[in-house]
């Protein structure tokens, strides 16, 4: 019980749950206080998990760990979460979203993910992979008046249940070979010779790459994003794929780590496939929410290549790259949401075309932000791009890295498209004048990171470090 | 302090250059004109602090890239040279700036320009501060940029364009150089601290590499690789092609910008890299040879120039020269003696220029002047003023600076140093002629300009006639008052080791003839120019009509323009065209982006047809992933 | 031993043949059955194993509840399956294949089963001095605290989305609402109003 500050952050959002759940019920139309009560939650959380972020501890008899890389990552999670609820106010508004239930689930989600990054445990893995993804099957399927929305949700849900299915099955197979689900005791026990834990390795990796949508268990992605009203869509391309990360790392590099040289293949290959698919099929797209759900997927793809590496460098490459990944999509989203004629949402590409003259600055931070995705220096995302690249070839895995950089190219080629209709195609009529202040300091905030990286990239470089080395 | 010295006209450019339109033109003016103003104060007092008292500061702004052995700092860092840099920068700079309020009253982007013009400032800031040469690097291209910015600020202007691409493409070409010189200090010193790249350099003597299939010491060809950076920046000859064209700005950005700081960021580099120059006395050579051709070619491209700027301009490219074989001779610190007080009478020249040029309603050419030096007394005077310093005329700034040069040379045992004295007095006699044709083409004579009646020629504002004086005083005694800490008695404990000399500098004391035949020749040219240019040009034209060729030579300006467009541009795009035509729309747009194009658009929608929405395909989908992967795993 | 086999194998036999049938059956109740059957045998399975409380709680949980809710709800809509299982056949070749591979595969894992040199010791699991309630009371609020909760907030989660998703507030519909029909008072309803002489009142609706 002595420790028991190291899971403040835990017990205190869970605290939070119950409290906000009786606020919404015992008030009606209580949407906006128990959103206010939540971002407020959230900025306390934050201070709450930077108190602990410079030591390791172990919990619950080595079943949760709390370190550098799990403090990290829920910042992260918390900061991005809290972007996605703040930007989207009118949105959720606007599309009769309001219930008070929206910011309750999302604070589950974050529950969930929290678990998820500092497990040390399958069943605390598991657990926190099914709050989580409970929490996204109804975020998804919220709008429940609209036939898109629905579908998505129970797209997401049955896929969702298959990959579960799958995880525990690896789960089981792993437990059984090894006599426990902590990760720690499954590294002593783990051994290459047997083909059931290798079995039980593959599952467990599918059900992992499930949920940050890689190749080939990303289908899932494009229709979500497209059928899930745009405001939930944005918090699903950011929090959950931090927290399916952190897990990935975790459990790679603890529980695996005495058998890198079974999973890297397999991690190469679910990389190399992301980055082809996402640049590839996402040339063909015309709404904006799929290109960005391919978009996200070809970005896994990038991180799963660090994560590859097996080195140091590669881990911490990775962490930076979804950091900046998590900025970059902060920014896209909320030009997303600009994008409103008449009161009404757009989701076609071709409704920017034009933009450069009826709104110079969302064009200008719109582009800064494609630009970074398609990794042009001397934006953020360039660096990540090329932290990846350096520490994929110091591991020599030349040919990983000439893949991406092969498909960084192709995908440039969509995101240039977009910049393409913005700047030189006929304009239209104009947007609705931008009235949510969460858009505007959202995309105004990234875009001045994005931007301005590159002046001193060893900031982030130096926290990311030191959670990379909690892992080694 | 320093802080705030450094970033006051960033922070100006910022607020005005984005906010400008919202201000308006007077408080743009006013925030950038006393945010400068106030950080050229601090360059004074940083300068009384560091330069008198002997303090040097290194102050880090923030830690900039930790990547592997390479550890770079922003910082700002003021030794002796540092702060006289900044003071020369700053002052000129805010001078400028006030002068620009009148200058360009008539404009409708004033704030732009102010903000361009801090812009300026603040790179020239961060290139002179820097310890390291990654700063010094990206304060060189800021530099060069805002170059190319007010270069083309008229961008309307075709002329103006294509004058700002030329500063940019044969900039480039300098810092293509200097770039490899860089790559070359941190592959074998493993930094590019300048701290450690000076500790580091004594031990590399005796290391030779080969590039290009010549093989010489490393130094050297870190030194030669240097100095072509600088000489893309100082203009000197075969780079220098780009200056006269740059006149094409507005005046004020020729004064600040390439008479009196980024043109001479060239020399600072040379002498901040003191510690390395001096061990390649190959390159030092070189510096003399480089240096005292392009004064001499310079200025005899000066003799017959007919726009007012062109002419400052080529003599500023003169004295650059002068700066360069200075340095090349051992004498650094005379070179930025020379610079310092430079920086002063070639501002006010060219102020001075703007002001007539102002007053002939955006009259360039001498031609079209003349005998309006009743109707504008006051920029008449001071550009008399700014004439005799730059000649040299005894006791001005210019004297003792030029004089202290051509003294180096005639002492010096360098292998280029008779030809650099011969080349040195006769320049000198050169600048004087040519300073002087201006004056009195401009001043003097019959009234030329059909344009405008002459009694509408005007004398300028106040706001652009007080600058003018501030320079004037400089001009006037900046060089005896420093002269005995820059270059006399004082000068090893006023530069507090921020110069390297190998060897200790002595002067020795020309005989006195010698010390009088610069002066002398000086003088004789004023009566001679009178002669030429006021009172008798039939003779004047008739000497052109003897020595035609001669003449035809220095007016095309020894026919560089000619060569380089024969030899570089004709080619390159020729050959860009043949590429373009055959080697990228036939062979490889043919089979690569085109093809390629076509074959991953039909694959993308493929992709897409297999997105299908039904739940059971995909989740088909994912068992056959699952098989694969458990496939791939028992098999390996 | 021999009758403990035998019945280990009957109720397993069951187990698999009913959760065959639940996907194979063509009406939907008698599926529902199916699945009772298969919860019934996997809670006999339990108890042979000495779990009699997991067994216990199956039969109460599973088949006391959630399978008589599922019997409820396809009694009440009517799915019609046989429209569901069209263009089904097409399918079958590929993924018969993959199946088969997959099968394969599982098949590979356990024939090169390699047990823990003290698996047969790690057996006996079940505490025979205490029961089994009280053996799990003892981790699941101690070692297990964390599951268990979280466990918790996952039923939570399910009860609000199931909540957020169905519930829907009919406008028309009036409730009773206590507090306000409590509170109610005279003055709320009724005024008292002097009737002036020929004039009448107006009345304010």
């Known amino acids: 019980m002595e420790n028991i500050n190291f899971i403040y952050p835990e017990i205190f959002i869970a605290i939070s749950i119950l409290g906000l759940l009786m606020v919404g019920v015992f008030k009606t139309n209580s949407f906006n206080l128990v959103t206010k009560l939540t971002s407020f939650m959230f900025l306390i959380t934050i201070p709450i998990v930077f108190l602990n972020s410079t030591v390791s501890m172990k919990l619950f008899s080595n079943n949760y760990i709390v370190d550098e890389l799990s403090s990290f990552l829920k910042i992260l999670i918390l900061g991005s979460s809290a972007f996605a609820l703040f930007f989207t106010d009118q949105y959720i508004k606007k599309n009769k979203l309001d219930k008070f239930e929206y910011p309750v689930l999302i604070t589950t989600a974050i529950l969930g993910m929290f678990v998820m990054v500092s497990s040390n445990n399958l069943i605390g893995l598991y657990l926190g992979i099914e709050l989580q993804s409970l929490s996204l099957y109804v975020l998804a399927s919220l709008n429940r008046d609209s036939t898109k929305s629905t579908e998505a949700g129970v797209k997401y849900f049955v896929l969702g249940a298959l990959s579960s299915g799958l995880l525990l099955y690896g789960c089981s197979l792993v437990y059984g070979f090894t006599g426990s689900t902590n990760y720690y005791v499954i590294a002593e026990n783990f051994s290459a010779d047997n083909i059931a834990l290798l079995f039980g390795l593959v599952f467990i990796l599918i059900g992992l790459a499930f949920k940050i949508s890689a190749v080939p268990f990303h289908m899932w992605t494009p229709d979500v994003y497209e059928g899930a009203p745009t405001s939930v869509t944005a918090f699903f391309a950011l929090a959950p794929k931090v927290a399916g990360f952190g897990a990935i790392i975790r459990i790679l590099y603890i529980a695996f780590g005495n058998v890198f040289d079974e999973w890297q293949s397999i991690l190469i290959f679910i990389s190399v496939a992301s980055m082809i698919l996402g640049a590839v099929a996402a040339i063909g797209q015309t709404n904006i929410k799929r290109l960005m759900a391919y978009s996200s997927i070809s970005h896994m793809g990038y991180g799963l290549a660090g994560l590859a590496t097996g080195i140091n460098e590669g881990v911490t490459a990775s962490v930076i790259y979804i950091f900046l990944y998590v900025v970059m999509n902060i920014g896209s989203f909320a030009c997303i949401l600009i994008m409103k004629r008449k009161d009404i949402y757009l989701e076609n590409i071709r409704d920017l075309s034009g933009l450069s003259k009826n709104h110079p600055l969302v064009a200008f931070c719109l582009t800064v932000m494609l630009f970074s995705l398609a990794g042009i220096p001397p934006l953020a995302g360039f660096f990540a791009k090329f932290y990846i690249f350096m520490a994929v070839v110091k591991a020599d895995l030349i040919i990983l890295a000439v893949i991406g950089l092969v498909t960084s190219v192709i995908s440039a080629f969509y995101y240039l498209r977009i910049i393409k209709i913005m700047y030189f195609d006929p304009e239209q009529e104009k947007f609705d004048p931008i009235s949510s202040k969460g858009v505007k300091i959202s995309l105004a905030l990234s875009t001045l990171l994005i931007l301005f990286y590159f002046l001193n990239p060893s900031i982030l470089n130096f926290f990311v470090n030191l959670a990379s080395k909690s892992v080694q | ?636 | 031993m021999l009758a403990h086999s035998i019945i280990f194998y009957f109720f397993s036999f069951i187990t698999i043949a009913s959760s065959l049938m639940v996907i194979a059956s063509k009406n939907t109740v008698h599926a529902v059955f199916f699945l009772i059957l298969d919860f019934v045998s996997i809670s006999s399975l339990f108890i042979m194993l000495g779990a009699e409380f997991l067994g216990m709680l199956t039969l109460i949980v599973y088949v006391g509840a959630v399978a008589v809710l599922f019997l409820f709800v396809v009694m009440m809509i009517n799915v019609n399956f046989s429209e569901l299982k069209s263009g089904f056949l097409e399918y079958i070749p590929f993924g018969l294949l993959i199946g088969l591979v997959i099968l394969l595969e599982l098949g590979m894992m356990i024939a090169t089963w390699k047990y823990k040199p003290d698996f047969v010791v790690s057996n006996s699991i079940v505490n025979k001095t205490i029961t089994n309630t009280e053996s799990l009371g003892l981790v699941i609020y101690t070692d297990y605290i964390f599951f268990f909760q979280l466990s918790g907030f996952i039923l939570l989660v399910a009860m609000i989305g199931a909540i957020v998703l169905t519930f829907r507030r009919k406008e028309s519909l009036r409730r009773q609402d206590i507090t306000t029909q409590v509170s109610r008072e005279r003055t709320d309803s009724v005024e008292l109003i002097e009737v002036k002489q020929s004039e009448g009142v107006k009345i304010n609706d």
């Not at chain 2, 770079?72 to 900044?86: E, F, G």
């Not at chain 2, 005329?393 to 051509?406: M, N, R």
């Not at chain 2, 541009?569 to 490889?588: E, L, M, N, R, Y």
Request: hydrophobic content about 55%.
């Open chain 2, 1 to 636: 302090m320093a802080y705030l010295l450094v970033f006051l006209p960033l922070v100006a450019s910022f607020i005005v250059g984005i906010f400008g339109r919202f201000l308006g033109d007077k408080i743009s003016q006013l925030i950038t004109c006393s945010f400068v103003l106030i950080s050229s104060a601090l360059s004074i007092y940083i300068f009384s602090d560091v330069a008198i008292n002997s303090n040097t500061y290194n102050l880090k702004i923030f830690n900039w890239i930790t990547s592997g052995g390479l550890v770079l700092n922003w910082s700002i860092n003021i030794d002796t040279l540092t702060s006289v840099m900044l003071v020369v920068v700053t002052s000129v700079s805010a001078l400028v700036h006030v002068y620009s309020v009148g200058y360009m009253s008539h404009d409708p982007d004033k704030p732009r320009f102010m903000s361009y013009l801090s812009l300026f400032t603040f790179m020239m800031l961060m290139l002179v501060t820097s310890d390291n040469f990654l700063q010094l690097f990206f304060g060189w291209e800021g530099v060069g940029l805002a170059s190319y910015l007010l270069i083309g600020f008229w961008y309307k202007k075709p002329s103006a364009n294509s004058a700002a691409i030329k500063a940019f493409v044969v900039n480039r070409v300098g810092d293509f150089g200097l770039a490899i010189g860089i790559f070359l200090i941190f592959k074998y010193t493993g930094s590019i601290n300048f701290v450690d790249v000076f500790k580091a350099i004594p031990t590399l003597l005796d290391k030779n590499i080969s590039m290009l299939g010549i093989e010489a010491s490393l130094i050297s060809f870190i030194c030669i690789f240097l100095f072509i950076g600088a000489m893309g920046k100082s203009a000197q000859i075969f780079l220098h092609t780009w200056l006269p064209d740059a006149m094409e700005g507005p005046t004020p950005v020729s004064a600040l910008i390439h008479a009196a700081t980024m043109v001479t960021a060239g020399v600072f580099l040379v002498v901040r890299c003191s510690p390395i120059f001096e061990y390649s006395p190959f390159v030092l050579n070189i510096i003399v040879l480089v240096g005292a051709t392009t004064a001499f070619f310079a200025g005899t491209i000066g003799l017959v120039q007919n726009d007012i700027k062109r002419v400052i301009a080529y003599s500023t490219c003169s004295q650059l020269g002068y700066m360069f074989f200075a340095a090349g001779l051992g004498a650094y610190h005379i070179a930025i003696f020379h610079l310092f007080t430079h920086a002063f009478f070639k501002a006010l020249l060219f102020l001075g220029a703007g002001s007539v040029i102002h007053a002939f309603n955006d009259e360039q050419n001498m031609r079209h002047m003349g005998g309006v030096w009743k109707k504008i007394p006051y920029t008449y005077s001071l550009m008399i003023i700014g004439t005799l310093a730059l000649t040299g005329f005894p006791f001005l700034s210019g004297f003792f600076s030029k004089d202290a040069i051509i003294e180096t040379a005639y002492s010096s045992t360098s292998f280029f140093a008779g030809y650099a004295v011969t080349i040195g007095v006769l320049t000198a006699f050169m600048t004087s002629l040519y300073s002087w044709r201006l004056i009195f083409m401009t001043f003097h004579g019959t009234f030329n300009n059909k344009n405008i009646s002459l009694s509408k020629v005007h004398e300028s504002p106040a706001v652009m006639l007080v600058p003018l004086l501030f320079l004037a005083l400089g001009a006037i005694f900046a060089g005896y008052a420093f002269k005995d800490y820059f270059i006399g008695s004082q000068f090893i404990q006023f530069w507090n080791n921020s110069i390297f000399f190998l060897k200790e500098f002595v002067l020795h004391h020309p005989p006195l003839w010698f010390l009088l035949l610069t002066p002398i020749l000086v003088l004789l040219a004023i009566p001679l120019s009178y002669y030429f240019f006021v009172k008798d040009k039939k003779s004047l034209d008739s000497f052109i009509e003897i020595n035609k060729p001669l003449y035809n030579f220095l007016v095309n300006k020894w026919y560089f323009d000619e060569l380089y467009d024969f030899l570089f541009v004709k080619p390159a795009k020729k050959i860009g065209s043949f590429f373009w035509k055959i080697g990228d729309g036939t062979i490889i747009d043919g089979f690569g982006p085109d093809g390629l194009t076509k074959l991953i658009k039909s694959v993308s929608n493929k992709a897409v047809q297999f997105q299908s929405g039904f739940l059971y395909h995909y989740a088909f989908v994912i068992l056959i992933g699952l098989s694969i992967l458990l496939t791939y795993m028992m098999i390996f």
